[in-house]
């Protein structure tokens, strides 16, 4: 298909994999957003403060989520700390709780709770009764601390934990969340079939040296090399039902990103499929990818069906979106109604297409 010739594009809703919808005001802005972005599912990060670690705070966030924005399935998480036992996971999994999120201590936003040292030491028998719950893990793959100076990058230094996990536990579904570098898609593609990869809009578009300067693209793990990003491009049109789409949209208050340090978390909710197919469109004209790549079946697969097969959802139901071309651009802030509150998008000024809902 020639994306950049195509006016109309009807779609499955897109399930984004990885989503920050916070809490309190923040959280009233943004769960709104989400069907404007063609998303119908969203698995729902547990960074919050206090993060959630136990089957109720779940249960209740889910049920604030649900009512802020009813059209949305919540895939809810527990945040992996010492809390968490073996116990709380099977309490997890008969309350229909999809997963843990595994934060190295010190790497992102809200991650100061997480685990430190070695961790598939520390928690194998919660992995081990994850794995028999049939519990996702959802890897935040970077170590801690600065880039070593060889030029590897944190993600990379983190690779062998992956394969050590999925070594000991082969049968526990894991995901390499927000993948940025050729070498982590590498290391999911040489595990087994219950490892799989997300990828964001924003590292298909982004490279390190913007990331670095502009506090609206500053985000964890930092977008790397041209080179990185497009294989990221190829792996998210390739078919391979190992990556699937998961934002990672990470809304910070426009006031803390123009303040320093500038808080880790790029905003694309508002827009998400948007941003995933101007991506793509912007690959075939750098000759990145060819026209004939992107094709509407590789689009549903990464941006719906991959994600549900791999979580096992039911299939997309009948609504669909579609996508036109009416010159529309990308917000530059989404903000409340007293304009007390207001978060930055991604890539303000872009012409995306325009996206609506149909039953
Ligand atoms: C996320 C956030 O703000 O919660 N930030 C980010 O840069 N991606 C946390 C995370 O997913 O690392
Ligand atoms: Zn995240």
């Not at 920050?20 to 960074?47: C, S």
């Not at 028998?125 to 793959?141: P, R």
């Not at 898609?185 to 997300?198: I, K």
């Not at 998961?246 to 803390?256: N, Y």
Request: one cysteine or more.
């Amino acid at each position: 298909m020639k994306l950049r010739d195509v006016q109309r594009l009807e779609l499955p809703p897109s399930a984004d994999m990885h989503v920050h919808l916070r809490q309190g005001q923040l959280m009233e802005l943004v769960v709104p957003e989400i069907r404007k972005g063609g998303v119908d599912t969203v698995y729902v990060m547990p960074n919050l403060q206090p993060p959630i670690t136990t089957v109720a705070q779940a249960l209740e966030y889910r049920s604030q989520l649900q009512s802020l924005e009813p059209g949305v399935q919540y895939l809810m998480s527990l945040y992996l700390h010492p809390s968490v036992t073996p116990e709380v996971i099977a309490e997890a999994a008969a309350a229909g709780i999809a997963g843990v999120k595994l934060y190295p201590q010190g790497v992102t936003t809200n991650s100061e709770s997480g685990v430190a040292g070695d961790f598939l030491e520390a928690y194998s028998s919660v992995f081990a009764a994850m794995e028999k719950h049939d519990l996702v893990l959802n890897l935040h793959g970077e170590v801690p601390g600065s880039p070593p100076t060889d030029g590897t990058s944190l993600e990379e230094a983190f690779l062998p934990q992956l394969k050590k996990l999925h070594e000991m536990f082969p049968r526990l579904r894991v995901v390499l969340e927000h993948c940025s570098t050729a070498a982590a898609l590498d290391a999911v593609r040489s595990c087994g079939p219950s490892v799989a990869g997300s990828i964001t809009a924003h590292h298909l578009y982004l490279t390190g040296d913007v990331s670095e300067v502009d506090p609206l693209a500053f985000c964890k793990p930092i977008p790397k090399s041209p080179s990185d990003r497009d294989a990221l491009l190829k792996a998210a049109s390739s078919g391979d039902s190992k990556f699937f789409f998961g934002s990672d949209s990470a809304p910070h208050p426009l006031a803390s990103k123009t303040g320093r340090p500038v808080p880790a978390g790029v905003y694309t909710q508002s827009a998400a499929t948007q941003l995933v197919l101007l991506a793509l469109e912007e690959a075939i004209d750098r000759g990145v990818l060819s026209e004939q790549d992107v094709t509407q079946e590789l689009l549903e697969e990464f941006l719906s069906r991959a994600a549900r097969r791999f979580y096992k959802l039911s299939d997309p139901g009948p609504a669909r979106i579609v996508l036109e071309r009416q010159g529309e651009t990308i917000p530059a802030s989404v903000r409340t109604a007293d304009g007390s509150l207001e978060v930055g998008l991604s890539r303000a000024g872009a012409v995306v297409f325009s996206l609506r809902w149909v039953s």
